[in-house]
């Protein structure tokens, strides 16, 4: 609950760039010793700065993407979807994992897989946090090029043109947002290229996202629904949104977060 007030405080704020302690106690419906501690939390993640009886955001573009911020929000949900994709990997396969939050959760939950069951896994990633997690315990391929501080990851021409040059039997990919449940969209065109790229040479894609990226849009679709084999998402997801999904080609598996 906390995160998900963290994670609406902050899409709101950057529309409206600036925000009263007690339009937040309205939006949020908190008390104002909650609010303060939510912006004190924003302010110590970098992505805002608190003012007097206010916060503003930070001196940067609304779309900017914080990795350390990312990986403080939804902590249950990305756990329980990293495990439920973990489900559909197959001895032999050869997987492109992309650098988003919800990623790491699935690496850290196929460090446990490959320790239980013993797995045959060739992993593929533009992510230095995946490299991190991983390496200890199988070898990663790590697709290098321009490295990105906040994102903790490596795009750009060096690292399409390798990417470009390996096949993968499943693609693991995430999103910042999603626009009436039909594009999934990111924050930046090289992150829009990188997946493009992992999908199209996949012959599975799956999305994982949590059912707070279906309320946010990025400016960067990259991803129709329709283009993705499986969505993981949290079974927090509104009877809507979940409805349009179903009418796709994509199959959908909404996980139970206080079942794992």
């Known amino acids: 609950m906390k995160q998900d007030r963290l994670q609406a405080l902050m899409g709101r704020l950057s529309i409206v760039r600036t925000m009263s302690l007690a339009e937040a106690m309205e939006l949020l419906d908190v008390s104002e010793s909650t609010a303060r501690r939510m912006f004190a939390e924003l302010e110590y993640s970098g992505a805002a700065i608190r003012t007097h009886g206010g916060i503003c955001c930070v001196d940067r573009a609304p779309t900017a ?47 446990h897989r490959l320790r239980r069951d013993k797995l ?17 315990y199988i070898p990663v391929h790590l697709v290098g090029g321009e490295y990105r501080a906040n994102r903790k990851d490596f795009c750009g021409h060096m690292a399409e043109q390798a990417l470009k040059s390996v096949y993968f039997t499943k693609s693991f990919v995430g999103a910042d947002g999603c626009v009436d449940a039909d594009m999934f969209t990111t924050t930046d065109f090289e992150t829009m290229r990188m997946n493009e790229i992992a999908m199209d040479h996949s012959m599975q894609s799956y999305m994982l996202v949590d059912s707070s990226k279906f309320a946010l849009s990025s400016h960067v679709a990259y991803a129709p629904v329709s283009r993705i084999s499986t969505i993981i998402t949290d079974n927090e997801i509104s009877r809507e949104i979940l409805e349009k999904l179903q009418k796709t080609p994509a199959n959908i598996v909404c996980v139970d977060v206080n079942q794992i």
């Open 65 to 111: 993407y914080s990795f350390e911020f990312g990986a403080k929000l939804n902590i249950d949900k990305k756990a329980a979807i990293g495990a439920a994709a973990c489900d559909f990997l197959d001895d032999g396969d050869v997987i492109f994992c992309d650098s988003g939050t919800t990623i790491q959760c699935f690496c850290a939950e196929l460090v």
């Open 120 to 136: 045959n896994i060739k992993v593929y990633t533009n992510s230095l946090a995946n490299l991190e997690l991983l390496s200890p």
